[in-house]
């Protein structure tokens, strides 16, 4: 789906449907009134919790928004799931990885874990 990945990132006139226009097919939101991508292995539905306008440093309005959701559904494949635990290695996913065209797939050979250290006490 990186064809399709990459295609929905378009600047598309807000009348466009992303989905049509980058071939994916569209399963229901269960708890809200969008649609998510049928295909992909893991989606979260949200729900607005707020927008921020960007700033520069000089505290000058920037172009971008910032949009936080609140998870309020969670749709998972269950051949993605390992141990109770959705596998994202498994589930080869794509991440947008910065700049105008870099990706990079998530696979077992390049997954690696690293436990969180606990802070010392004292």
Known sequence: MADALNMSSAPFPADVDEFAAAGLATAPGRAVACPRVAQSPAALECKL?????LRGADGAA???WLVIGEVVGVH???DH?????????HAGIIQRAG???DYAEITPDIF???????????
Do not use: L
Not at 49 to 53: K, L, T
Not at 81 to 89: H, N
Not at 112 to 122: L, N, T
């Open 49 to 53: 919790a707020d927008i921020h306008r």
């Open 99 to 101: 700049y105008s065209a």
């Open 81 to 89: 799931v390992s141990d109770g635990r959705f596998d994202t290695a």
């Open 76 to 78: 998972i494949c269950c």
């Open 112 to 122: 690696f874990a690293m436990p969180r250290p606990r802070a010392p006490k004292g």
């Open 62 to 64: 920037a172009e971008g």
